[in-house]
């Protein structure tokens, strides 16, 4: 069964700094796409970041741009996202998922997704 | 930056018709792609490419799109498409992926 599964999602206080990770089973991890996507409380998706397959594309949102990092380990079928600098406005479910088809991608598999709030 | 209008709800009788638009500056250039989200739960896709539809996902979700609008029609809606639909492309300009607001269906 093809899964992804995410983890290291918590509370945080503002200026703080944590670490995503999204574990993936069931498919060829080395190729595919991924991407991050939340959702704020109560709010609609949000995109944050892409990586290729290859890690020669990565994009990020304005919104995080400079603050978040993603990162990918092909050997451990693993994804990561790096978050520095966290403000209250990074408060959501953070969701791994997959890219299917060609660059530019849908988003064809998703995990469950890990909660991160950012308060005081 | 590009930006997708939804309706922020749509309401339709068991049996019907739902239509959820998605509108955009020439979106009929661009792949649309939609999600099912459910409360509580992770988005679902239910059409990719326009009008494509994922094995498992039956065939009263349909797509199109031309123009200014994409839209995602639910035939025969049952209680269990209840949920929060979102469209998503990809803006080659800025080189970000874009979602919709999301609409809202309910089932009468």
Known sequence: ?120 | SYVLTQPPSVAVAPGKTASISCGGKSIGTKSVHWYQQKPGQAPVLVVYDDTDRPSGIPDRFSGSNSENTATLTISRVEAGDEADYYCQVWDGGSEHYVFGKGTKVTVL
């Open chain 1, 1 to 120: 069964e093809e899964q992804l599964v995410e983890s290291g999602g918590g509370l945080v206080k503002p200026g703080g700094s944590l670490r995503l990770s999204c574990a993936a089973s069931g498919f060829t991890f080395r190729n595919y796409n991924f991407q991050w996507v939340r959702q704020a409380p109560g709010k609609g998706l949000e995109w944050i970041s892409s990586i290729s397959s290859s890690q020669v594309y990565i994009f990020y949102a304005d919104s995080v741009k400079g603050r978040f990092t993603i990162s990918r380990d092909n050997a451990k079928n693993s994804l990561y996202l790096q978050m520095d600098s966290l403000t209250v406005e990074d408060t959501a479910v953070y969701f791994c998922t997959r890219g299917g088809g060609a660059w530019p991608n849908w988003f064809d598999s998703w995990g469950q997704g890990t909660p991160v709030t950012v308060s005081s």
